[in-house]
């Protein structure tokens, strides 16, 4: 006989019966063969791939550019038709200036994988990040292309001990990273004149193509302690331009002057193959020629020192100027020099410095005025000049906002 008490066991029994075969269950459906589908699904094989294109199904040939090659010799290793070759080149004159290849980049030929060996592909690299790509079918198809670029934020501090390149390399930082903060700082700090224990901290981005590191990108904050000095970068737009400025809200940058006189016109331009009238023969001309009469005034463009003055057979009376470890300039053709200019002499921007001539190798009276960027020329007609304008009242809030926390990672920084 079933008593209530044996009726509630049997009950108790049941459910856990039940829950163990319940869970015996979910175990062996977990552990149940995986589908076909999946395995195959995860198998997938990728095969590799350059510029987009699968290199399985191609036969590829790659070279670098050589001393004095041009791009029309290297269309000459392909066998192509004089049409095919022509067709080329005009499509691509739109894209690029092939007179602007570079020696020891990297070109990529595609060809079919069978005994035509007609080409599919041509890429030439121009830079780590940027390449010419063209395709043959029905007809040619030619493209500028940027290859994907991510980027990592970094930190870093060094101490100086003899220059900011070397504290670069004793901690193993890119190289280009202390031309990016010379540049930041090009007007607050003499980069020619530091001091054993300068020291500087900076968060800034590296960006990389896939694995492979490719340049400095943009600086986010810093600071440089200079002869007992701290002197920081943060970051602001103003006017829809970003620029550093220091703690104060002053910004770090000084403008040039537009031009150096009060001229009548450009006689000549920036141009890498100038025909000059003298020599008679094409060669660059990395200057801008300002036509003036005999003895107009010659302003230096900005603050500085003079670090060369004489005369040469080509630019005659000429005269350079050092503003900041960056940029100098050069006035050249010169009548004569103003009175007190020497080698060393300390100039202010807007200062007269000498006086427009015809000395050298020049046609009539004119000013050759040249830009050097890290003792490059550079375009002065393009050279940018960033406003020195300092916070506006109106953006002193947000701007304030944007320093603290600036300072706060810096301070974490150097902690570190």
């Known amino acids: 006989m079933i008593t209530k008490r044996n009726s509630r066991w049997l009950l108790i029994l049941s459910i856990v019966a039940i829950l163990i075969m319940f869970s015996l269950l979910r175990f062996f459906m977990s552990r149940a063969p995986v589908k076909i589908e999946e395995i195959e699904e995860k198998n997938v094989y990728n095969p590799p791939r350059l510029y987009g294109i699968n290199l399985d199904s191609f036969n590829i040939e790659q070279g670098q550019i050589k001393r004095d090659e041009f791009f029309g010799s290297i269309m000459l290793k392909l066998d192509l038709s004089s049409k095919e070759t022509n067709e080329i080149l005009d499509k691509i004159k739109p894209v690029f200036d092939i007179r602007k290849i570079r020696k020891g980049n990297g070109y990529t030929f595609f060809f079919q994988p069978d005994s035509t060996r007609k080409l599919k592909y041509l890429v030439y690299e121009h830079s780590a990040t940027e390449y010419l790509f063209v395709e043959l079918g029905d007809s040619v198809q030619v493209a500028w292309k940027q290859k994907p670029t991510h980027s990592i934020t970094r930190t870093a501090t060094g101490i100086i001990t003899s220059s900011l390149w070397n504290a670069m390399a004793e901690k193993k930082l890119p190289p280009s990273l202390a031309i990016e903060l010379s540049e930041v700082y090009a007007w607050t700090i003499d980069f020619f004149g530091l001091q054993k224990r300068d020291s500087f901290q900076v968060e800034y981005e590296e960006i990389y193509v896939d694995s492979s590191f490719v340049n400095i990108g943009k600086i986010h904050f810093a600071s440089f302690s200079h002869a007992g000095k701290i002197h920081y970068a943060i ?9 550093f400025f220091d703690e104060n809200g002053i910004s770090l940058r000084r403008e040039f002057l537009k031009a150096p006189l009060r001229y009548s016109h450009i006689s000549s331009r920036f141009s890498e193959a100038r ?19 005999y003895g107009t005034p010659v302003l230096t463009i900005g603050d500085g020192k003079i670090i060369s003055m004489g005369f040469e057979m080509g630019g005659g009376n000429n005269i350079t100027i050092r503003h900041n470890s960056i ?30 001539g015809s000395t050298g190798l020049a046609t009539g009276p004119h000013l050759d005025f040249r830009i050097y960027k890290n003792g490059t020329p550079v375009n002065p007609l393009k050279v940018d000049a960033p406003p020195v304008e300092p916070i506006k009242p109106e953006n002193k809030v947000q701007f304030d906002s944007i320093k603290n926390v600036c300072l706060e990672k810096l301070a974490v920084i150097h902690s570190n």
């Open 235 to 243: 970051p602001f737009v103003q006017d829809e331009r970003e620029s």
């Open 275 to 293: 025909y000059h009238p003298i020599l008679k023969i094409v060669r660059p001309h990395h200057g801008v020629d300002y036509a003036a009469p």
């Open 327 to 356: 940029y100098s300039t050069t006035y050249m053709h010169l009548q004569k020099f103003a009175s007190g200019m020497k080698k060393g002499k300390e100039v202010r921007q807007g200062e007269v410095i000498a006086f427009v």
